[in-house]
């Protein structure tokens, strides 16, 4: 069965160091999301992408924070200069032209 | 505007018992509801999910939910709960123009043997 995957599954990084998380989403689908997960908290809506543009990003999504498709099958999401705060478990989700997601198994991202 | 409530953040219950729930929705358009479950240190795997038609609707692991619009609810039930299903369960809400998922904050469900 076709299954979105993330890389790396954890990453450590230093405070105002810039991050790159990669998605792999599933192959024909066409929309791609980015959520995120502070611990012990609830998933929280990043951005959403489709036809190579944002359609919607959240007042998380800040000047910091870029999403790219760079080919066909990958998907990033960049955090330009990462502030201790920004560790979460980070979500990659796809979908086709129906409305379910699926999601990827995360990053978990510690800004040390 | 979409927001889900969750009642209840820890939840117990003995093995072969009834497992219920309770999800709480507010949305402007009409919903699409999902709960998803989340296993330690793992992803987000969709159990079910309501879009239109059918208001009770079967998932996987023998979870159903029935979506009930005059109460605005959408809660998950399991008549006889398992090990297994010891795990965070999250509701969640999108609407049919602005598809982003809202989710609520996650009932964690204890199973005791």
């Known amino acids: 069965e076709p299954e979105v995957t993330q890389t790396p599954s954890h990453q450590v990084t230093q405070m105002g160091q810039e991050v790159i998380l990669r998605c792999v989403p599933i192959?024909?689908?066409?929309?791609f999301y980015w959520y995120r997960q502070i611990l012990g908290q609830k998933v929280e809506f990043l951005v959403s992408?489709?036809?190579?543009?944002?359609?919607?990003k959240s007042e998380i999504f800040d000047d910091q924070f870029s999403v790219e498709r760079p080919d066909g099958s990958n998907f990033t999401l960049k955090i330009r200069s990462t502030k201790l705060e920004d560790s979460a478990m980070y979500f990659c989700?796809?979908?086709?032209?129906?409305?379910?997601?699926?999601f990827g198994p995360g990053t978990r991202l510690t800004v040390t | 505007a979409q927001s889900v409530t969750q009642l209840g953040s820890h939840v117990s219950v003995s093995e072969g018992a009834l497992v219920l729930l309770r999800c709480n929705y507010s949305?402007?358009?009409?919903?699409?509801l999902f709960w998803y479950v989340q296993y330690p240190n793992q992803g987000l795997q969709l159990l079910l999910k309501?879009?239109?038609?059918?208001?009770l609707v079967k998932g996987i692991n023998g979870f159903e939910a029935e979506f009930k619009k005059s109460e605005t609810s959408f809660h998950l039930t399991k008549p006889s709960a398992h090990m297994s299903d010891a795990a965070e369960y999250f509701c969640?809400?999108?609407?049919?123009?602005?598809?982003?998922?809202?989710f609520g904050k996650g009932t964690r469900l204890h199973i005791l043997p």
């Open positions: 192959s024909n689908h066409l929309y």
């Open positions: 992408f489709y036809n190579n543009e944002i359609s919607e």
């Open positions: 989700a796809s979908r086709s032209s129906g409305y379910e997601q699926y």
């Open positions: 949305s402007s358009v009409p919903p699409y």
């Open positions: 969640a809400v999108s609407g049919q123009v602005n598809d982003k998922i809202i």
């Open positions: 309501y879009t239109t038609g059918a208001t």
